[in-house]
């Protein structure tokens, strides 16, 4: 199971910092990806980060602006995201997938959790 939070309302130039919280012992053994799907768009990859925690990729959109980390022992994944634009109001949601390697399709996922709404207003 997986839940996303720490969305909200927060004015352009701002950080927020999402969680995804996974149950079961077997977090290691999966990549994790963060998408994200705005009204009438598209879901759009963001990024993700392999199992170690060694190993990540971002969409353009984002490169510089948000980081992932993870940490193994709480089974928990973590978006950074500053310099937050309004492009960025979205649905956030985390995806994890038994792989080493990193999808940015995600249909690829073997699970998704809810999402959580992070709105930049300007």
């Known amino acids: 199971q997986l839940q996303a939070s720490g969305g909200g309302l927060v004015q352009v130039g701002g950080s927020l910092r999402l969680s995804c919280a996974a149950s079961?012992?077997?977090?290691?053994?999966?990549?994790v990806g963060w998408f994200r799907q705005a009204p009438g768009k598209e879901r759009e990859f963001v990024g993700g980060?392999?199992?170690?925690?060694?190993?990540?990729d971002y969409a353009d959109s984002v490169k510089g602006r948000f980081t992932i980390s993870r940490d193994n022992a709480k089974s928990t994944v973590y978006l950074q995201m500053n310099s937050l634009k309004p492009e960025d109001t979205a649905v956030y949601f985390c995806?994890?997938?038994?792989?080493?390697?990193?999808?940015?399709?995600?249909?690829?996922?073997?699970?998704r959790g809810q999402g959580t709404l992070v709105t930049v207003s300007s």
């Open positions: 995806a994890v997938v038994r792989s080493i390697v990193l999808f940015r399709t995600a249909a690829k996922y073997d699970y």
């Open positions: 079961g012992r077997t977090f290691n053994s999966y990549a």
């Open positions: 980060i392999g199992r170690s925690g060694s190993g990540t």
